[in-house]
């Protein structure tokens, strides 16, 4: 059980959460600030005639346009279906739980003044798996994803749709099979639950995550390659990075010394006086990458223990105040990073893959025994190429667009959203670029019997070997392919990671 609390909420315990499926519950502090704003919030609204915006007033352009106190709930209402626009492909699995938890995160703090039934329904449906119907399109990431979080709110007011264990059904359902009863959304709560950027927060969360695993998996990757090309390993002799000490190039040069430490193959006398690039510049290039995602981390670490809604409520300080939290350019601009960082994993993959094809170094060109009849692993290269060119082309940055909204009111956006898309599905690109590397140097590997390469890359290869066994003749190698996505999603438990 993990109780959302004030405390900063980590990346990593982000991650324990996700994989291993825990409950979660407010804790005491949590629920008094949520209530303690709430009050305020009630006492400031009863006697009072002052406008605040989005609590009794319209939207967006509609700010000047005050409503009366007997119709702020159905304002809040209207608010959450009208900005139900979401199109195109739903939001995954795992990206619509993180909304659920950074939207519980974000309101616990207590400066949103929602009611504490409408919290802890949002963690009701965390706890339960029930996943709102949310699409991938809509959001400007400014004035918060409005319309994917107007998705995420549908079902707490008994509409929109749900997934409970991949089925898709009426959130009303699900509502009454629980016994619930929808909430009733009072005054400001509409927006709270509207505003923010949960959307971009989920989404970069999410690829963080998996750019740890893809960072150390193009360092496994390369060293199985390295020594499948008989490569040198002078390159990745402490000495030369220490003079030019960036963090991500130190660290990427010793987990490569480390993956090959006593390999015979990289020992063994070489003919070759220089390696190509793809090889001899992995540190400087994951190292790259790596101190790419380290800055990216900072950033949403900050962001998901951040209150990103609008106006926030100081009931402390006696302030309502209307500002600009919402806005994603900060997350636009780092997943905008993250993207091309991520894809340069890929693109210096795919031309090791290539180099091992190319009949090089006592290799068999293609790698296969019997070339002519056999193709080998010539069509792999060319997938890998078209996956990295897809990726290049995703990443063209989204943070420097904007179109003007809302009747010129919100009249500079960040594109944050398509910023954080754009970054999935280049983190799903980049891992099966990987995964062809992987296989096509496991298959070099086989040339270089009886030779071995080190105990970490040997352990590997030898479990690897149980689920795709070497290339003897064509085959349908798509299937390989995807298995090998598989098994590398699961190296995790792996020895090597002992020595990265």
């Given at each position: 059980?993990h ?9 990593e315990r ?24 709430r009050?305020y919030l ?14 009794n007033?319209?939207?967006?352009s ?8 007997d119709?702020?709930e ?8 009208s900005h139900?626009c ?8 795992d ?7 950074l939207?519980i ?5 207590g400066y ?9 329904r949002?963690v ?22 409005l ?5 995420l ?23 009454k099979?629980?016994?619930?009863q ?5 005054s ?14 989920a ?21 199985v390659?390295l ?8 390159p990745?002799n402490e000495?030369?990075h ?6 991500g ?7 490569i ?12 006398e ?5 390696d ?5 510049c ?11 995602i ?18 926030t ?16 350019q900060p997350l636009?601009?780092a997943l ?12 210096i ?6 180099q091992?094809?190319?009949?090089q ?10 070339g ?5 692993f ?7 190429a ?7 082309q995703?990443c063209?940055?989204?943070s ?15 594109m ?26 496991t ?17 590997a290869?030898?479990a690897y ?6 290339v ?11 298995a090998?996505v598989?098994?590398l ?8 990671e002992?020595?990265?």
């Amino acid at each position: 059980m993990h109780h959302i609390s004030p405390d900063p909420l980590t990346l990593e315990r982000v991650g324990e959460i996700l994989i291993s499926g825990s409950k979660i519950a407010l804790s005491t502090e949590a629920a008094q600030r949520i209530e303690h704003c709430r009050r305020y919030l009630d006492n400031k609204l009863a006697p009072s005639g002052e406008t605040f915006y989005g609590i009794n007033t319209g939207f967006g352009s509609l700010c000047n346009v005050r409503i009366e106190h007997d119709e702020l709930e159905q304002l809040q209402l209207n608010l959450v279906m009208s900005h139900a626009c979401g199109m195109g492909d739903e939001v995954p699995a795992d990206v619509v739980r993180l909304m659920l938890l950074l939207k519980i995160q974000g309101l616990s703090q207590g400066y949103s003044g929602v009611q504490l039934a409408t919290v802890q329904r949002l963690v009701d449906f965390f706890n339960h798996g029930i996943l709102p119907v949310i699409y991938q399109q809509g959001s400007l990431g400014a004035s918060g994803d409005l319309a994917p979080l107007a998705h995420l709110s549908l079902p707490l007011i008994g509409m929109g749709e749900v997934r409970v264990k991949g089925e898709k059904m009426p959130a009303v359902n699900v509502l009454k099979g629980h016994g619930w009863q929808p909430i009733r959304l009072q005054s400001k709560e509409g927006l709270a639950l509207l505003n923010g950027t949960q959307f971009c927060q989920a989404y970069g969360v999410w690829c963080l995550l998996e750019a740890r695993r893809l960072y150390d998996l193009a360092n496994l990757t390369a060293a199985v390659s390295l020594d499948a090309f008989d490569c040198r390993l002078s390159p990745f002799n402490e000495l030369l990075h220490k003079i030019r000490p960036h963090e991500g190039q130190l660290k990427t040069a010793e987990a490569i010394r480390n993956l090959l430490k006593n390999s015979e193959l990289s020992l063994r006398e070489k003919t070759a006086v220089q390696d190509p690039y793809s090889f001899r510049c992995v540190p400087q290039v994951h190292g790259a990458s790596y101190d790419a995602i380290a800055h990216v981390e900072r950033v949403f670490s900050t962001e998901i223990n951040s209150v990103t809604d609008n106006p926030t409520i100081f009931p402390d300080d006696d302030f309502i105040l209307s500002g600009g939290n919402f806005h994603a350019q900060p997350l636009a601009l780092a997943l905008d990073y993250l993207a091309i960082a991520l894809a340069e994993l890929g693109s210096i993959s795919e031309r090791r893959t290539y180099q091992l094809i190319s009949g090089q170094r006592g290799l068999p060109p293609f790698l296969t025994k019997n070339g002519g009849l056999n193709s080998g692993f010539m069509i792999p290269q060319y997938t890998a190429a078209s996956i990295v060119s897809q990726a290049k082309q995703l990443c063209t940055p989204a943070s420097v667009d904007s179109i003007v909204s809302s009747n010129g009111q919100e009249d500079h956006v960040s594109m944050g959203a398509n910023a954080a898309t754009k970054a999935w599905r280049v983190v799903k690109n980049v891992e099966r670029v990987l995964a062809i590397e992987f296989f096509t140097a496991t298959q070099a590997m086989e040339f270089r019997r009886p030779l071995q390469s080190s105990e970490a890359v040997e352990n590997a290869l030898a479990a690897y070997r149980k689920v795709v066994p070497m290339v003897e003749e064509d085959r349908i190698l798509s299937e390989d392919m995807e298995a090998t996505v598989e098994f590398l999603k699961g190296l995790r438990n792996m020895a090597f990671e002992n020595y990265s």
